[in-house]
């Protein structure tokens, strides 16, 4: 037979210093990892590829041309 239902736990919470709390208690882990160190922007350099600072991606930053398109009819 099954025992008697357990009493409901309590939710973690994020508290205003930016811990982990659970009920009232800190648990003195921060719930957000450090902050990250900045990125760098992509340029096109002068080759047409996208760059990451100095790394040429290999990557055309425009798409092949497409195929040219069908003559309209002539106007009056």
């Known amino acids: 037979a099954d025992g008697a239902a357990g009493t409901d736990g309590l939710t973690p919470t994020i508290g205003i210093n930016g811990n982990w ?3 009232t208690t800190d648990t003195g882990i921060a719930a957000t990892g ?3 160190a900045d990125g760098l ?3 096109i350099g002068i ?3 996208w760059f990451i600072g100095t790394t040429d991606t ?3 930053a ?5 195929a040219d ?3 309209g009819t002539d106007g009056l």
């Open 41 to 43: 922007t992509p340029t």
């Open 21 to 23: 709390f659970i009920g």
């Open 62 to 66: 425009t798409g092949a041309a497409g």
């Open 69 to 71: 398109g069908i003559d």
């Open 34 to 36: 450090a902050a990250g």
């Open 58 to 60: 290999g990557i055309a």
């Open 47 to 49: 080759n047409g590829n």
